[in-house]
């Protein structure tokens, strides 16, 4: 049997393509996956949100002043986490992230390639957050578009989506002893969730996929560079008294 590309393999841990038997006993009639035709795209969302994210959190290594094998271990983290727990919840086991070399190497090449040019990063605050809100977005649609595509309620395949986004920087972030940004007074997981509704309302009015993936993911995006840029952010508790 030849072997599958890696389009293939994304797809079949979505949906599985329903086979039956025609008229004729030799007869096979296939009905393709309405996914199958977006597996292309979710598999390069995917990946590039693996390698924005592995470069954030290689970043966030080297801010810390890790060695090559620790901001190598961020670099996997911070772009598989999300992913995987989506992953498990879903029922796609195992993980895409551990089923084939891609997401993997992604993860390693992005945090070498980061680890050695940081010099060329005059301020790495910046680049650290650029990434992340650029992760944020692609995961958060490439998650919600895999869970709808097993069929999930849109509720919770979106709420699935914005886990994939902030999981990994949730991960990265406590392995170096700092709070996650998702629990600051800063807009994360709400740009998150409103990226994944974007996907979520182009299914439900039957847009086309990759419209409602590009759009979401921007949505996100912009959300979240205004709100660094502009100081968004949820009350908090003192703000409240």
């Given at each position: 049997?030849?072997?599958?590309?890696?389009?293939?393999?994304?797809?079949?841990?979505?949906?599985?393509?329903?086979?039956?038997?025609?008229?004729?006993p030799?007869?096979?009639?296939?009905h393709v996956?309405?996914?199958?035709?977006?597996?292309?795209?979710?598999?390069?969302?995917?990946?590039?949100?693996?390698?924005?994210?592995?470069i954030?959190?290689?970043?966030?290594?080297?801010?810390?002043?890790?060695?090559?094998?620790?901001v190598?271990?961020?670099?996997?983290v911070?772009?598989?986490?999300?992913?995987?727990l989506?992953?498990?919840?879903?029922?796609?086991?195992?993980?895409?992230?551990?089923?084939?070399?891609q997401?993997?190497?992604?993860?390693?090449?992005?945090?070498?390639?980061?680890?050695?040019?940081?010099?060329?990063?005059?301020?790495?605050?910046?680049?650290?957050?650029i990434?992340?809100?650029?992760?944020?977005?692609?995961?958060s649609v490439?998650?919600?578009?895999?869970?709808?595509?097993?069929?999930?309620?849109?509720?919770?395949?979106?709420?699935?989506?914005?886990?994939?986004?902030?999981?990994?920087?949730?991960?990265?972030?406590?392995?170096?002893?700092?709070?996650p940004?998702?629990?600051?007074?800063?807009?994360?997981?709400?740009?998150?969730l409103?990226?994944?509704?974007?996907?979520?309302?182009?299914?439900?009015?039957?847009?086309p996929?990759?419209?409602?993936?590009?759009?979401g993911?921007v949505?996100c995006?912009?959300?979240?560079?205004?709100a660094?840029?502009?100081?968004?952010?949820?009350?908090t508790?003192?703000?409240?008294?």
């Open positions: 049997m030849p072997a599958r590309t890696a389009s293939e393999e994304f797809v079949s841990t979505a949906a599985p393509t329903r086979v039956a038997r025609g008229n004729r030799d007869e096979v009639l296939v996956n309405p996914y199958l035709e977006i597996a292309t795209l979710l598999l390069a969302l995917d990946l590039a949100g693996t390698a924005v994210f592995a954030s959190g290689a970043a966030v290594g080297v801010k810390h002043r890790l060695d090559v094998f620790g190598c271990v961020l670099a996997f911070a772009g598989n986490a999300g992913g995987m989506r992953d498990v919840l879903i029922g796609a086991v195992p993980p895409a992230a551990l089923r084939g070399w997401y993997v190497t992604v993860s390693l090449v992005a945090g070498a390639v980061t680890f050695v040019w940081h010099p060329r990063l005059e301020r790495l605050h910046t680049p650290i957050l990434f992340d809100a650029a992760g944020l977005g692609l995961f490439s998650g919600t578009q895999k869970a709808l595509a097993f069929g999930l309620n849109p509720l919770i395949a979106a709420l699935l989506g914005m886990l994939t986004g902030i999981g990994g920087g949730m991960v990265r972030d406590v392995l170096v002893r700092e709070i940004t998702v629990l600051r007074k800063d807009l994360y997981a709400l740009a998150a409103a990226g994944a509704a974007v996907v979520v309302v182009g299914e439900l009015a039957h847009l996929p990759a419209a409602a993936t590009v759009g993911a949505l995006f912009a959300i979240r560079l205004a660094i840029r502009r100081g968004w952010g949820l009350p508790a003192d703000r409240v008294a």
